[in-house]
């Protein structure tokens, strides 16, 4: 596909302001989407041949330039540590479905999908490791979210729009608990060859 974008370095390996700013540039030219709707991919701004953006489809007029915030080319692996709510805390932005949540501390790595219907369905990295223990832990983190008067929480907010997104990632956020929840419970049921469901 055709370069939307390159600059040239000379010293590519240097991370300098000019590449720092590069890099805010591509950031700022581009809106953040899961994979699967990426229209465009870019190589390393370290590269030889500086940074080159290009398309992976034929983008139309007017439609939106759609990349990545966490897993780009020089992130490393910053999308597995953010996930949804590092893009919400550093961005300001809630993801749409799905929504990849990393829950670090207990080693489970959640893609919540969003059914036809409106449920919510946990599927986990081959790394994650759901267990007896981490279940009680998200138990007791979805009874305590519950129990939050997010409404009262909320009363000193004065931006319209910081209470529409607060409200929406305490929403996300429990969703993605219960979902985990019923997974892992689904996926512990199974393993034990007792078939029951939640």
Request: proline content about 3%.
């Given at each position: ?38 229209n465009v991919e870019t190589n390393s701004i370290r ?61 489970v790595y959640a893609t919540i999908d969003q059914l ?83």
């Amino acid at each position: 596909m055709k370069p939307l974008f390159a600059h040239f370095l000379k010293n590519p390996f240097e991370m300098n302001l000019s590449s720092t700013c590069l890099f805010v540039v591509l950031q700022d030219m581009h809106n953040h989407d899961i994979r699967e709707r990426w229209n465009v991919e870019t190589n390393s701004i370290r590269s030889p041949e500086g940074l080159i953006v290009t398309s992976t489809k034929t983008i139309q007029r007017g439609e939106e330039i759609l990349y990545t915030y966490n897993y780009c080319t020089d992130c490393f692996d910053m999308g597995d540590i953010l996930g949804t709510p590092g893009i919400y805390r550093d961005f300001g932005f809630l993801e749409e479905y799905p929504q990849y949540w990393p829950f670090l501390d207990q080693k489970v790595y959640a893609t919540i999908d969003q059914l036809d219907d409106g449920k919510l369905q946990a599927r986990f990295e081959a790394y994650s490791e759901v267990n007896a223990e981490s279940l009680i832990f998200f138990k007791t983190q979805l009874m305590r979210l519950m129990s939050i008067d997010i409404e009262t929480e909320i009363q000193s907010l004065t931006s319209s729009l910081e209470v529409y997104m607060v409200r929406r990632f305490y929403e996300s956020l429990k969703g993605a608990i219960l979902a985990v929840i019923e997974a892992g419970e689904m996926n512990s049921s199974h393993e034990n060859g007792t078939g029951s469901e939640l």
